[in-house]
């Protein structure tokens, strides 16, 4: 087996996009464990956190992922989701749709809150993975989560909510690399 970590599949819904300045609001994370030629889900999470700045949030960030003060009545503090998060994804390698994106928030977000991080050190890119799998094909011309689910045939039907697309990430990862 390539891996025995568990690979953490996690998506982020944010404020703006730079993570600089900009606030995660939501957290997906789905963790699975490579066994022969299945992977299989072993764990969850599906975490809303409030935003500290709401004032400075960017008004196309929040239509994208669909902010609203209701659905996010109940969120948890940054503080309290990355705790929540070191130990959910300790030892396992963060696999992510744009990885780079999603990392440059968790690692602000660890930054900011202190907690420390326990990831593995390694990180996966299903866009690194479907350009190597797919540059050959004539009618794929976007890596695009959504372009890449349909091409796949992967439903997602809340895009741009955080554990919607980590899961979406999560069967696409299953399809590129030819696992049940």
Same mark, same amino acid.
Request: aromatic fraction near 12%; proline fraction near 2%; hydrophobic fraction near 45%.
């Given at each position: ?6 690979l &953490? ?11 600089d300045?900009?606030? %995660?609001?939501? #957290?997906? %994370?789905?963790?699975a ?11 969850? $999470?599906? #975490? ?5 700045? #709401? ?6 960030? $929040? ?17 309290? &989701? ?36 326990k ?9 690194? $993975? &479907? ?15 959504? &372009? ?23 069967? #696409? ?7 049940k």
């Amino acid at each position: 087996m390539i891996f025995p970590q568990p690979l &953490a599949f996690i998506d982020v819904e944010t404020t703006g996009f730079d993570s600089d300045t900009a606030e %995660v609001i939501e #957290l997906g %994370v789905v963790i699975a464990k490579l066994k022969d030629d299945e992977l299989i889900v072993i764990d969850q $999470l599906d #975490l809303k956190i409030h935003p500290a700045h #709401l004032e400075t949030a960017e008004a196309a960030a $929040l239509r994208v992922n669909g902010y609203n003060e209701a659905d996010w009545l109940f969120a948890v503090t940054l503080q309290d &989701a990355m705790k929540i998060f070191a130990e959910k994804t300790k030892g396992a390698i963060f696999v992510a749709h744009n990885v780079t994106f999603d990392y440059s928030f968790i690692k602000e977000a660890f930054k900011k809150t202190g907690v420390e991080n326990k990831m593995h050190y390694h990180k996966l890119d299903t866009i690194t $993975l &479907a350009f190597a799998m797919l540059h050959t094909q004539d009618d794929m011309n976007k890596l695009s989560l959504k &372009a890449l689910t349909e091409y796949y045939g992967i439903e997602n039907k809340k895009a741009h909510s955080a554990f919607a697309d980590a899961y979406a990430t999560y069967e #696409l990862f299953k399809k590129l690399m030819k696992l049940k």
